[in-house]
């Protein structure tokens, strides 16, 4: 008979080592196995150097995968090696594609679908985008899939490309119209109109565009007949601009004419401005908008001319209007700002001795009839902005002693139409080279100057606090010429139509002023 002990001892003895199966002895309560073996982290008792871990016993079989989206469950069983092997007889995850099913089996359809094609724009703020599965299909054309910044027709300057055509706060140039003789562009709040003279000014025409510079119909006639000169125009802060201008050259009987045209309607023919009609021997028309109410003046025996339009179609309320000045003979220049708050004349004053003199310009504040001298000039863009009235021209020339370079500059004059006594401020904004066609326009609570020199375009607006144009330089892809003409379309940038190629071939550049 062998007692207990003498089999603890065979178990410990050296020379008696029966085989342990491995993966078939659990650890102890505190994770210990016999010797020569160490617990792993399935609580199995491995051979010492077997790093393998034992997830199961041969044999042993599972329910694998899931009952969610596509997936199906199915069986696992446990191979040679202690491990599960593939999961068989069910439907396994795959990738997510847009066809309304959960591939993947996470709990989400068409999320993420590896199969979607990328967005038509794949540049600027529309990189990386792809098409949106809506319903188990791809929507038709990327909108959402670019992103808050993107915008169709840029009008941001925030040094994105937000149109995602390859050019950041600037579009390519247009040619807007293949030739002409005059032209003058008005800027609304969802485009521009520009007006084209063609044969000698015996032929105008008007054409619509939106903020991209796009056209949104053919030309349309104007309705000039006859020879057009000092042709001018304005936006009413919508979508009605007017044309306002001369017919019958510089031999009386000239009249004063005009029409509105509808950015809601492009293709429809200009509204003419009844009434106008008023012959005589006027000069330059100067024109303006009070929110839907058209202004224009002229130079008049006595005074200068004056007519309101209340309404797009109603007959005009045409007026001599006289400043109070005594002995006031007649005015031969004058200017309106852009909101008709303000104008400046320039004319003559009978004298005591029957005779006539020089009047310098002076301004006049509509609405109160009170009038100043200051010297504002007639021929500047008087411009109504947040922070006043201001006059914006060019045309000052420092001679060099030697060489006679002429720098032109523009000059700033702010001014108080109210005020009686204080004098206009004069700012000379000195700017280097030649000016060519230079325009301004009221631009925030400042304003903004365009020029062109050979083949770049300027523009600029006021350094706060020094007497320098913060702008930039746009190279543009040929020679152009002046002069220019600017306007906005209701965003932040800026269009400008110029000359090209010396031909009267219209070219529109869209830029950003910083």
């Known amino acids: 008979m062998v007692r207990s002990g003498a089999i603890v001892l065979l178990g410990l003895c050296a020379c008696y080592s029966p085989p342990l199966a491995d993966c078939r002895i659990r650890c102890a309560l505190d994770d210990t196995c016999p010797h020569g073996m160490t617990c792993d982290g399935a609580k199995y008792c491995r051979t010492i150097g077997n790093n393998d871990v034992c997830t199961c016993n041969e044999g ?8 969610r989206g596509v997936c199906r469950t199915g069986i696992q069983t446990c191979t040679a090696d202690k491990q599960f092997g593939p999961c068989e007889g069910g439907v396994q995850p795959s990738s997510e594609v847009c066809d309304s099913l959960d591939n993947d089996c996470d709990g989400t359809t068409d999320e993420d679908p590896v199969d979607a094609p990328q967005c038509a724009l794949t540049v600027g703020v529309c990189s990386n985008s792809f098409r949106r599965c809506v319903d188990g299909r791809y929507a038709g054309q990327c909108l959402e899939e670019y992103g808050p910044n993107y915008e169709r027709v840029e009008t941001s300057c925030d040094q994105l490309d937000n149109d995602c055509d390859g050019l950041t706060d600037r579009k390519n140039v247009s040619v807007l119209a293949a030739a002409s003789t005059g032209y003058e562009l008005v800027g609304l709040d969802g485009g521009y109109a520009l007006a084209v003279g063609a044969g000698g000014g ?13 056209p949104l119909s053919p030309p349309v006639s104007l309705g000039a007949s006859a020879s057009v000169t000092h042709i001018r125009g304005i936006g009413n802060g919508g979508n009605l601009a007017w044309f306002v201008w001369q017919t019958g050259g510089a031999v009386p009987p000239v009249e004063l004419q005009g029409a509105s045209v509808d950015l809601a309607a492009p293709a429809a023919a200009p509204t003419p401005l009844t009434g106008l009609r008023q ?7 100067s024109v303006g908008a009070r929110g839907s109410t058209l202004v224009a003046v002229w130079p008049a025996d006595g005074g200068f001319g004056f007519a309101e339009w209340p309404s797009r179609s109603g007959a005009p309320e045409l007026r001599f209007v006289v400043p109070p000045q005594a002995r006031f003979a007649s005015a031969y ?15 003559r004053y009978f004298t005591d001795d029957a005779g006539t003199s020089d009047l310098g310009d002076g301004v006049l504040a509509l609405g109160d009839g009170g009038s100043s001298t200051k010297y504002v000039a007639t021929r500047a863009a008087l411009l109504d902005t947040g922070s006043g009235v201001k006059a914006v021209y060019d045309g000052f020339c420092d001679y060099a002693l030697l060489g006679f370079t002429c720098r032109r500059s523009y000059v700033v004059t702010d001014f108080d139409v109210h005020d009686r006594i204080t004098p206009a401020t004069e700012v000379r904004v000195n700017l280097p080279g030649f000016l060519s066609g230079s325009s301004a326009m009221a631009y925030g609570n400042d304003f903004l100057a365009a020029w062109v020199e050979g083949s770049d375009l300027y523009i600029g607006v006021p350094t706060p606090g020094l007497r320098v144009l913060n702008g930039g330089k746009v190279p543009l892809p040929g020679v152009a010429y002046g002069p220019t003409r600017s306007a906005t379309a209701g965003g932040q940038f800026v269009g400008i139509v110029y000359v090209a190629n010396g031909v009267g071939q219209l070219n529109g550049a869209l830029v950003c002023p910083f």
């Not at 012959?279 to 028309?285: D, I």
């Open 60 to 67: 042993d079989r599972r329910v694998c995968g899931s009952n």
């Open 202 to 214: 015996t032929s105008w025409s008007v054409q619509l565009f939106d903020p991209s510079f796009a």
């Open 279 to 285: 012959p005589g021997q006027l000069g330059a028309v």
């Open 333 to 347: 220049e004058v200017g309106l700002s852009t909101q008709a708050t303000t104008l400046t004349f320039a004319g």
